[in-house]
DNA sequence: TTAGATGGGATGTACA
DNA sequence: TTGTACATCCCATCTA
């Protein structure tokens, strides 16, 4: 690449920055149409010009119908009933994030953008929307990482691995978390929610964005103290899985299953 | 057997 | 300056 290109990306990755920390600073998730688009000359991923999200409610599916959430489904893990073992909490998600200041757009921000584009869907899809199950499309799955790269202002280029990696950071804190099907990828309910899309709601007085700590990962070394916190009974949660589908306690039943089959987690 | 997908530890970076 | 959260790098393992 020649200084000129190397130059003008700077500019660019100033100007996102800065467009970036603007919006997200008046609590806007607009996007500017610069980002994403190759300087002159500069090969790659033909990056789409933002369309405006439009998150109407009402184009969205109803989480009560068709969700399926079945990673966040408490496993063998739970306490048996009446075991009194120390409340386990687990950290509200938002997106306005609970360090103040905290304003960079983050990947799964991104995605979900992404997947109201008309323009990306020959690189991210639902799956199913109403669960918010997505996937990537094999042959452009690259052309997204690369736009999330350029996005974010990287030198190097962003990869699908590097991005599926970060993906999968998000499993513990449970924003999002890998489905067992190729190249797919499921919201967390409460994260759709707060972007706008999503309408299941917890169990009636609880804050949304909770998931069973079994399902963030096996080290959830900490968790930031001014986050909220909502530490669900096993049996809240069959009740808040049996009232949205049927399919949950199933779903569920199956995991019991196979965990107590191999011993081990899901 | 192999390419692609996935998992996870180590490390870098931004921010309060 | 330091601690924390998150992103990225890199390599091992899994799977179709």
Redesign the pocket.
Known sequence: MSSLDSDFQDAIDVIQRDAD?LYHESGINHYVTLECQPPPGRQGATCYPYTPLVTSPVAMADWGETTSWPHIVPDLSLPPPGHSEPTQFYPVMQLS?S??????L???EYLHEALHDANMVDSIQWTDRGSGTFH?V?KN?EKLAEC??RR?G?R?T?????????L????R?GEIV?VR????YQFNPAILQRLGTGHLAPPAGHSVGHMPRETL???Q????ADMGYYAPSGSEWQVWYGQHSSAYQAEYDLATVLTSADGSKI
């Open positions: 920390h994030r360090r103040k200041g905290r304003k960079k983050r990947l799964f990537f094999s799955k999330w790269g974010k990287n190097k962003m990869t699908y691995q590097k991005m599926a990696r970060a999968r950071n998000y499993s804190t890998k099907r190729k190249l797919t990962g096996s080290h070394h900490s968790v930031s």
